[in-house]
């Protein structure tokens, strides 16, 4: 079955660009999503990629997808310390089942 | 548009018993998942229902059982209570348009004792 992989922390100074990582095994996934959990939280879509793009971008979030190499990255520009939580890439190919990464913590340094 | 709601948030119970748990999905969504999260095992997939039939399955025991209604309302159920069973319980409902994007509901944490 698919498999989602993920670096578990990342620390950034604010203000800087934050990158968080994701690759995957099944190369039928059709669609990609980043959300991001706070804690006590449930999960908050950020954006979604179709794996017939590369690169989308939504404000201060840009996601680029390698199809190739079953890669997919999540960029924050100008990361704030709301954007202090972890982040989960998942994959989804038609109607099959999503499967999610194992998330990354995401601190950001004041 | 209300959002996806899950009921009760929180949820003590002691080894042996069962519970059952409600998750109401956004209106005009008619796939519901559930996932069971924990420190340990990260986000892990229960099943999903879609149109009052499991149309995807994980890899939990039988113990683990769901049910959706006409309404789109989802319940699940946990008989025989493990230790192990505590978790954050979330939803998630979607819609059969692309990119089928969830949308989580708050979630269930269940403390079992």
């Known amino acids: 079955g698919e498999d989602v992989e993920q670096s578990l922390f990342l620390s950034v100074r604010e203000g800087d660009s934050s990158v968080i990582n994701c690759t995957y095994t099944d190369s039928s996934s059709t669609y990609l999503y980043w959300y991001k959990q706070e804690p006590g939280a449930g999960l908050q879509l950020l954006t979604y990629?179709?794996?017939?793009?590369d690169m989308k971008q939504d404000q201060r979030l840009t996601v680029l997808l390698n199809k190739k190499d079953k890669h997919l990255s999540l960029r924050i520009a100008d990361t704030q310390t709301g954007d202090s939580a972890i982040y989960f890439c998942?994959?989804?190919?038609?109607?099959?089942?999503?499967?999610f990464g194992t998330g990354t913590k995401l601190q950001v340094i004041p | 548009k209300a959002g996806v709601t899950q009921t009760p948030r929180y949820l003590i119970k002691t080894r042996g018993q069962q519970v059952t748990l409600s998750c109401s999905p956004i209106s005009g969504h008619r796939s519901v998942s559930w996932y069971q999260q924990t420190p340990g095992q990260g986000l892990q997939f229960l099943f999903e229902?879609?149109?009052?039939?499991?149309?995807n399955k994980g890899n939990f025991p039988g113990r683990f059982s769901g049910r959706q209604f006409s309404n789109s309302r989802s319940e699940m159920n946990v008989s025989t209570l493990e230790l192990g069973d505590s978790a954050l319980y979330l939803c998630a409902s979607s819609s059969e348009v692309p990119p089928h994007e969830q949308y989580f509901g708050p979630g269930t944490r269940l403390t079992v004792t």
């Open positions: 229902y879609f149109s009052e039939t499991q149309r």
């Open positions: 990629i179709f794996s017939n793009m």
């Open positions: 998942a994959a989804r190919g038609g109607y099959q089942k999503v499967t």
